[in-house]
């Protein structure tokens, strides 16, 4: 099934494509293909073969890193309007990410010969391109500084705001809350799951999030983001 501007106007809303050039944008909706992937189903491994990009449409999806000699391990999670996969089109090389399906996901897949093309004879898209790598970078960054931070309560606080408030335009996170764990949100903040339920349960009781199965829910942006950056 091939896109259309009927249910796919959530990438000229948010995220990485709504803020490209109108052309290059219908260029992504007329080229990509809507496919489907089911929950806990890999998009893509790293080491796999593969030049095309990826939009969310629909679902949550977790970024998964695999450093050497250790199993991969879950970095961050996305939501609508998100887009990823660019960086073989760059770099020449294979995938250096796991990306795998949290729930039941409907993607725009823009094939990676039109990508690869584009990226090579269309000076204008392949700056549109290289702005989804830098978009990739600034989340990296991200995760990386957040990981620095020496509190446990102020990490897995900031890693709630990247996931579960967005900023306006980067994605779209449902009323319900984003898709995530307590044993997802203690890997990615590097600490154990009774630490992650502590600090749930007194981000809980001051009324910054709501939690629910398998799901968190932000109710008081400011204050949490006051906590999670030192400002409180």
């Known amino acids: 099934?091939?896109?259309?501007?009927?249910?796919?106007?959530?990438?000229?809303?948010?995220?990485?494509?709504?803020?490209?050039?109108?052309?290059?944008r219908d260029e992504c909706l007329t080229q990509g293909r809507i496919t489907s992937v089911r929950r806990?189903?890999?998009?893509?491994?790293?080491?796999?073969?593969?030049?095309?990009?990826?939009?969310?449409?629909?679902?949550?999806?977790?970024?998964?890193?695999?450093?050497?000699?250790l199993a991969?391990?879950?970095?961050?999670?996305?939501?609508?309007?998100?887009?990823?996969?660019?960086?073989?089109?760059?770099t020449?090389?294979?995938?250096?990410?796991?990306?795998?399906?949290?729930?039941?996901?409907?993607?725009l897949m823009v094939p990676g010969p039109v990508v690869e093309h584009w990226s090579s004879f269309r000076p204008e898209y392949a700056r549109a391109i290289g702005a989804?790598?830098?978009?990739?970078?600034?989340?990296?960054s991200r995760v990386a500084a957040e990981l620095l931070i020496p509190s446990s309560s102020r990490r897995i606080a900031a890693i709630i705001m990247r996931i579960a408030a967005p900023e306006s335009g980067e994605a779209r996170v449902d009323a319900k809350g984003i898709l995530v764990t307590?044993?997802?949100?203690?890997?990615?903040?590097?600490?154990s799951r009774n630490v992650a339920n502590g600090v749930l349960c007194r981000l809980r009781d001051a009324g910054?999030?709501?939690?629910?199965?398998?799901?968190?829910t932000v109710r008081d942006s400011a204050a949490l983001a006051a906590h999670a950056y030192g400002e409180d």
């Not at 099934?1 to 109108?22: C, H, R, T, Y």
């Not at 939009?55 to 695999?66: D, F, K, R």
């Not at 999030?209 to 968190?216: A, L, N, Q, W």
């Open 40 to 69: 806990g189903e890999a998009i893509y491994r790293e080491g796999d073969e593969g030049l095309s990009i990826y939009g969310l449409q629909a679902g949550a999806v977790a970024v998964l890193i695999g450093p050497p000699r």
């Open 132 to 140: 989804l790598a830098i978009i990739g970078h600034e989340v990296a």
């Open 1 to 24: 099934m091939w896109g259309n501007d009927n249910n796919l106007s959530i990438f000229s809303e948010v995220g990485w494509l709504a803020k490209q050039p109108a052309e290059f």
């Open 92 to 107: 020449g090389r294979r995938r250096s990410l796991e990306v795998r399906a949290l729930s039941d996901c409907t993607l």
């Open 182 to 191: 307590q044993a997802q949100l203690a890997e990615m903040a590097n600490v």
């Open 72 to 90: 991969p391990r879950i970095v961050d999670i996305i939501g609508p309007g998100s887009w990823f996969g660019v960086g073989p089109v760059l």
């Open 208 to 216: 910054w999030i709501e939690t629910s199965y398998g799901r968190v």
